[in-house]
């Protein structure tokens, strides 16, 4: 042997074959007989030898086998989202079969700087995908095109160059609006997710509004738009968490000409306008009515089901999959726009008389 640690040429010594006739054995990538190739695994097994390295095929083919997904937010954030995670998982799924790894990047944007993860700029992979918050002015997208990675975007804006995937949630928005407005409701007030990605809470004032940047964000806004909707008032929320819709909830429901009815952009951020509610000594939806977005299953918000806009978050992974595959075999595929839907639950109901 040459050495403790077996390589490819003691197996190939072992087989009886050349090196590059065992390497084809592993790859799979050439013209080989079943019983040469069989007779280099049976030897690569009595060696213990684990196969090659796995930097030197990457090297050899140009691929490195890796997607790489930037979540646009922190990681602990996005793991406690069911939205990511459920549509991660739809993702995951697809690329399985594919032999395709995930590295998981998150944004590094955040309230003092304006930055890419090194990640984005250095590490190996053959294709990347966006989740959401994606403009054309991304810096992650930006350092993306620059690398020449071929990039799938998650509701953002749709580029010429880049695969998009999306959801028609300006006209569900608009739907559950109209919702509100058959039931009796002036007085709406809207929570939305952050408008760029130095997220703040707080009430939107003009010179805020000037800075919205995110498709997710702005679609939805004009989805209240199209319904006919003035809001009374809008808070904007740092990330889609339960805690952010109940701080946005005391602040909107403590005063005297408090809103009817609460608009969420996510079911997070509805359930915590919710459990403020409560909090208050007000009853949902006979004091104040509640709507959320994404169609979760929210068991500990109990006995309340949220009135909530259902998006498609397993099959919106999956087609961040497929345009993956695509990209893959060099074709930009079409834009996709999935449709949602209006779930009616327990917490909307007519205005307080």
Known sequence: MSSDRPTLADVAAAAGVSVSTASLAFSGAGPIAAATRERVIRAAEELDYAGPNPLGRQLRSGKSGIVGVVVGDALRRSFRDPVSVQMLDGLVRTLEPLGLGV???????????????????????????????????????????RRGIPTVVVEGQAVDDVAAIGIDDQAGTAELGRHLLELGHERIATVTLPFNEFGRAGLVDERRAAELSWEITRRRIEGVRDAGIVPVATWEAPASLVEHGTDAGRALLSGPDRPTAILAQSDLLASGVVLAARELGLRVPEDVSVAGFDGLDLPWLAPDLLTSVVQPLAEKGAAVGHAIEALLEGRIPAPVMLPVSLRLGTTTGPPPA
Do not use: C, F, K
């Open 103 to 145: 590295l998981l990047i998150p944004d590094s944007g955040g309230a003092e700087q304006r930055g890419v993860d090194p990640l984005v700029e250095t590490a190996a992979m053959d294709v990347a995908a966006i989740i959401w918050g994606g403009t054309v002015e991304n810096p992650n997208l930006m350092a993306l095109r």
